[in-house]
Every structure is written in C-alpha cells, then in structure tokens.
C-alpha cells in the first residue's frame, strides 16, 4: 500500500462503500452510538467519506490482504477519529447557541423536576404512614407483573384475606392522599 494521491471512478467508489461500511458501522457500534441517536445517518456519512478519501490517498491492491489489512487498519482510525470531531463539533454548537426554543425544554424539565419531587415526598408520607408489612404488600401489589395468587403465597396468607388487607390499605392511602391534598392546595393529586 502506498502513499498516492489517485481518483478512483464511480464503479470504485461504489465498491469501496459497498464493502467497507459495515466498518462504519462497527466503528459507531463500539462507540456506543446506536441506530436510534439523532446523528446516526451523518455519522454514517462521514465514516463513508474517509474510507473513500483513505482509498483514494492509497494504491490497494484489493487482492492482496495484507495490503487490505493494513488499508482497514488505517481507514478504521481515521473514522474512529473523525467520528468523534464530528461528536465534538456538534457538543460545541450545541453548548454555543442559546436561543429561546433551547430554553423552553429546560422549564419542561423544571416542571417534571417539580412533580418527581412531589411525588417521592408523597411516597414518604405513605412509607411513614404504613408500618413495614404493609408497605412490603403495598410494594408487592404495586408490581404488575405478579400475579395476586403469587403475593398471597409469598405472605402466608390466601387470596381473600389478601384482598382484605388491599382494601384495608386503600383506605389508609385515600387519607393519606386527602392529608396531602389538604396541606398542599397547589399540587392536588386526584384520587
């Protein structure tokens, strides 16, 4: 493989993206960039650009495999490292520009913020509220994927007496819910 600035025809260039962009691919892969991330195509573009720039800059001699070898070596490199100055380039426009849209999901992330607060401080009002039984049945109950028969086994109880204490518990919970809903007028929860 030598060092040769030469072009490479269309045929080539199609070859060449043909067979060397599961590379790409790979090289986003082990980047932890997934087909789901915002920049995934153009990062799959760019990492076609270098292989062809890396072909043209190089005579290969596609029949010979240390040549391909050492050619894939190079070529995995140099995308690896233009993939993350392009990763680095798009962090810095995005921490640079500031406009009014930007801010509008940061006061959307305030709120839910808000209401994430609200909700563990609830959660503790019911924790305090329940002794450690209760609460480990309320945690049981909670899990949608456990069938009730399940629940009952697990506290040595039956079914009925199960659905006892659920009802027992969901009148422990509206007056814990009400208390709240009372103390803090702005965030009622409906029951």
């Given at each position: 493989?030598?060092?040769?600035?030469?072009?490479l025809?269309m045929?080539?260039?199609e070859?060449?993206?043909?067979?060397f962009?599961g590379?790409?691919r790979?090289?986003?892969f082990r980047?932890?960039?997934?087909?789901?991330?915002?920049?995934y195509?153009?990062?799959?573009q760019?990492?076609?650009?270098?292989?062809?720039?890396?072909?043209?800059?190089f005579?290969?001699?596609?029949n010979?495999?240390?040549?391909?070898?050492?050619?894939?070596?190079?070529a995995?490199k140099?995308?690896?490292?233009?993939?993350?100055?392009?990763?680095?380039?798009n962090?810095?426009?995005a921490?640079v520009s500031?406009?009014?849209?930007?801010?509008?999901?940061?006061?959307?992330?305030?709120?839910?913020?808000?209401?994430?607060?609200?909700q563990v401080?609830?959660?503790?009002?019911?924790r305090?509220?329940?002794?450690?039984?209760?609460?480990?049945?309320?945690?049981?109950?909670?899990?949608?994927d456990?069938?009730r028969?399940?629940?009952?086994k697990?506290?040595?109880?039956s079914?009925?007496?199960?659905?006892?204490?659920r009802?027992e518990?969901?009148?422990?919970l509206?007056?814990?819910?009400?208390?709240?809903?009372?103390?803090?007028?702005n965030?009622?929860?409906k029951m």
């Open positions: 493989m030598e060092q040769q600035q030469h072009q025809t045929m080539e260039e070859w060449v993206v043909e067979q962009e590379m790409v790979k090289q986003l980047m932890n960039i997934s087909y789901y991330h915002a920049d195509e153009d990062l799959l760019e990492g076609r650009l270098v292989v062809l720039k890396t072909a043209s800059e005579v290969v001699d596609w010979d495999e240390v040549d391909v070898g050492r050619f894939m070596c190079l995995g140099r995308i690896r490292w233009r993939l993350l100055d392009f990763l680095r380039h962090q810095r426009e921490a500031c406009d009014d849209e930007e801010f509008y999901y940061l006061e959307d992330e305030d709120i839910a913020l808000d209401q994430e607060l609200e401080t609830l959660m503790k009002e019911v305090k509220a329940l002794n450690d039984e209760e609460w480990q049945l309320v945690v049981a109950l909670m899990d949608a456990r069938p028969t399940q629940i009952a697990d506290f040595h109880m079914r009925k007496i199960l659905y006892t204490k009802k518990l969901q009148k422990k509206k007056k814990v819910l009400k208390n709240w809903n009372t103390s803090k007028p965030n009622a929860i």
